[in-house]
């Protein structure tokens, strides 16, 4: 059976790079009936905190991306990697070092000086030192031949084991390092395939040298291309936004996630809206591309648009909720609050923008905004006199007839459209958006329509 796992690091909050990896690993697995699994990789005490760890995982639910079983952590599982150490020893396939951290440096300096790629000499490896507090744990990696593997995105992988030095299993103090804990986990949890960030495809020969001294079976890998910002470098916190939270409080609904990230790396054909059972059907993990994968912007704003078009008014209305609640915004008050917002819910392509939107219809002007005020109403005096004179009587508020009265305000007055109605709508809600100004007034109702010229009024000299 086919078992991935997404093995995050909770040292931050969970980032768009790392969904993508979960939703890959996810994909796979369940493509193949298999199991997902997440492992928590917590050995980092400093930077590991408790919030993180919580906040990814109720990232993952909320993507929809739930593990086939609990989480397990790594700051839980210490007698796992001393077992496997102590087999390692046993079976004469490590040793102690005692290198100085000075010697090291020396070492190092000497490699880089002389043009050579700084690793570990060996100095110990025969010396047959015992433990003791100042020595660590390292691995006998052979010296000559390769390390070959076959990655699902890159093809044949092949390293050089000289490329390769003794890597360090245990430090002095005890503690296992991150490449013992990952090949013990691995096997401990059953995983076969490991889809994880291209930044890890240097660790992959040197946890396979691992895995064959445990004498475990190889393992499945993949690979993915590095996900980079608009200015084509890794995306970074510095210039972008990369935690899943902000997108998800911008309004960026959990499917268009999931089909942007889907894309990151992987395409087909020129389809490209994707939903998780499209995903499951259509995506192949062999189809990834090697290349970086631009997460960009606008295509994100593109595909929410359509994701929000998709469903239905009922279904949007659930998913806008929570984002009018935010801004203290009540529909209940207004009776044609569902009429509202179906004819407003196409204004931006985030759920948080077409709320702010929303603010006109249901509750008072927070902010005129003051170039419109300027440009339009501050010189409109007689328009909105004259139009004010025209709504006063009217009986029917309806689009239809308001369109009517507009027509003939138009006429009777000799001007453009825009002359006309942008007066009237930044009086209406602030600024010059909203949809064709007979639907905004039917829709903001007769009183209130009134009211709002009359305080437009107010505002011109
Ligand atoms: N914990 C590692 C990270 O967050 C992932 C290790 C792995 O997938 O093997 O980058």
Known sequence: MIITRFAPSPTGTLHIGGVRT???????????????LVRIEDTDQVRSKTEFEENIITGLHDMGLKPDADPVRQSERKHLYLDAAHRIIESGQGYYCNCSTERLEELRNAQMKAGKKPMY????????????????????????????????????????????DDLILLRSNGTPTYHLCVVVDDADQGVTTVIRGEDHLSNTPRQMHIQQALELSALEYAHLPLVLGENKKRLSKRDSV????????????????????GRLGWSKGDKEIFYIDDLLKDFRIQEVQKAGAVFDLKKLDWINTNHLANLSLEDFIIQLNPYLDELGIKTSNRQNAETIIENLRTTASTLSEIAIDLIPYFADIKEYDQKSVEKFIAGSKNILEYVLRQLEPLDQWTEQALDEVLAKCQKELDLKTPQLNQPIRVALVGSV??????????LIGKELSLERIKKGLEMTF
């Not at 958006?433 to 039917?442: F, Q």
């Open 242 to 261: 990369t935690s899943l939270d902000e997108y998800i409080s911008k309004g960026y609904l959990q499917t268009s996630m999931i089909n942007m990230l």
């Open 121 to 164: 000499d060996g100095k110990c490896r025969d010396k047959g030192l015992e433990k003791s507090e100042n020595t660590v744990l390292r691995l006998k990696t052979p010296n000559d031949g390769e390390v070959r593997f076959n990655d699902l995105v890159r093809g044949e992988v092949v390293f050089n084991n000289s490329e390769l």
């Open 433 to 442: 958006k909203s949809p064709s100004l007979g639907l905004t007034l039917s």
């Open 22 to 36: 979960a939703l890959f690993n996810y994909i796979y697995a369940k493509q193949n009936n298999g199991k997902f």
